[in-house]
């Protein structure tokens, strides 16, 4: 029997023009530090509103747009769309107000299996990925773990995102991925079976369009 999960009503942080405004200044400050201007364009409004609309946790738009606020967050898409600026954005914006319900650790796919190749207790660095609420930024870039003295090569992420998969059933733990893999290629690189459990753990998010990388 999978645990019951503490029920704390879900309601948005504030009103919908709120977030979105707080959000755009965020953006707006970020890219300048970058001497860059924030672009708003038809590649990428209507995933900045949903993002925001998801972030501010609005229930209303759980419905419409048959997002869940319980999953976790996939956004794929091409190169350089803006993907993980967006949620650098929120990860400021949490520390900034101080908002917990927007914070969350990331890490680079390459960087965790970086540390699965260093460690000597691979186990360990399963297990700590495994737990919690995480960001894995560009899935799909990363190496095949070594682990030679076990099974040879191994795609630690396969390990990894079914452990959260049964700590999303069980706990409601939340895992977000930036990627530029297709849900063709997800499946042909990481299997079946996870590529099927995706669906039930993420709200799928394109941005796509061209590189904004200058
Ligand atoms: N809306 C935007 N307006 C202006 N610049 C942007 C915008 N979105 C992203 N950029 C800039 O484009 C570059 C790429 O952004 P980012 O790294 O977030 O892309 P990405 O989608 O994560 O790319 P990749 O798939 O290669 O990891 C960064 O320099 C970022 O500052
Ligand atoms: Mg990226």
């Known amino acids: 029997m999978?645990?019951?999960r503490k029920k704390e009503?879900?309601?948005p942080l504030c009103s919908p023009e709120l977030?979105?405004?707080v959000f755009f200044k965020a953006a707006q400050k970020f890219y300048a530090e970058n001497d860059l201007d924030f672009g708003v364009d038809i590649d990428n409004k209507n995933?900045?509103?949903h993002f925001c609309r998801y972030w501010n946790r609005e229930t209303a738009f759980e419905m419409m747009e048959n997002i869940s606020l319980k999953k976790g967050l996939l956004v794929f898409g091409s190169y350089g769309t803006g993907k993980t600026t967006s949620f650098r954005i929120i990860?400021?914006?949490a520390k900034h107000y101080g908002v917990k319900e927007l914070w969350f650790p990331s890490i680079s796919a390459q960087e965790v299996v970086d540390r699965f190749?260093?460690?000597k207790n691979k186990e360990d660095v399963i297990r700590d990925?495994?737990?919690g609420t995480f960001l894995f930024d560009d899935l799909g870039s990363e190496t095949a773990g070594n682990n030679i003295y076990q099974y040879g090569k191994?795609?630690?992420?396969?390990?990894?995102?079914?452990?959260r998969y049964r700590n999303f059933e069980n706990l409601g733990t939340k895992t977000h991925i930036t990627t530029n893999l297709s849900q063709k290629q997800i499946e042909e690189r990481y299997g079946k079976q996870l590529a099927d459990r995706f669906v039930e753990m993420f709200n799928l998010l394109k941005l796509d369009g061209p590189s904004r990388r200058k």
Do not use: A, H
């Open 154 to 163: 191994e795609d630690v992420f396969v390990r990894i995102l079914l452990n």
């Open 2 to 4: 999978p645990l019951k």
């Open 9 to 11: 009503p879900v309601t």
């Open 129 to 131: 990925y495994s737990k």
């Open 91 to 93: 990860q400021n914006l």
């Open 47 to 49: 995933f900045l509103g």
């Open 19 to 21: 977030f979105k405004k």
């Open 117 to 119: 190749n260093m460690e």
